[in-house]
């Protein structure tokens, strides 16, 4: 059974960085697209960041340039590196692997087509 962990969250003043990590197990790692998703406070969940198989990335457009999705197949972990924290950033980042190699541009944005999700790490950046 396919099994998402993730870890890293915590609080940070405006303007700092953390790294989240996921680590899945249980299916063959390498093979699925992944992807980074938030939900803030009230808001509806949004994509972060996907990643395929072939390692071509996709943000959404507040945090290009600030943030960094990564993997490391050989370790099975999935990576976000957030810099230039800002408020808006706060929220429950959850891991999640999709169906397929490469995520759909709907997947992309809202998460549909993901078959396997962590129970999310709380990020809050404070001003």
């Known amino acids: 059974e396919a099994h998402l962990e993730e870890s890293g969250g915590g609080s940070v003043q405006a303007g700092g960085s953390l790294r989240l990590s996921c680590k899945g197990s249980?299916?063959?790692?390498?093979?699925?697209?992944m992807g980074w998703f938030r939900q803030g406070l009230g808001k509806e969940r949004e994509g972060i960041a996907t990643i395929n198989q072939d390692l071509t990335t996709t943000y959404e457009d507040s945090v290009k340039g600030r943030f960094v999705i990564s993997r490391d197949n050989d370790k099975n972990m999935l990576y976000l590196d957030m810099n230039d924290l800002k408020p808006e950033d706060s929220g429950t980042y959850y891991c999640?692997?999709?169906?397929?190699?490469?995520?759909?541009?709907?997947?992309?944005?809202?998460?549909?087509?993901?078959?396997?999700w962590g129970k999310g790490t709380l990020v809050t950046v404070s001003s």
């Open positions: 249980g299916y063959s790692f390498h093979w699925y697209c």
């Open positions: 999640a692997r999709d169906w397929s190699r490469a995520c759909a541009m709907e997947t992309q944005r809202t998460g549909a087509g993901m078959t396997t």
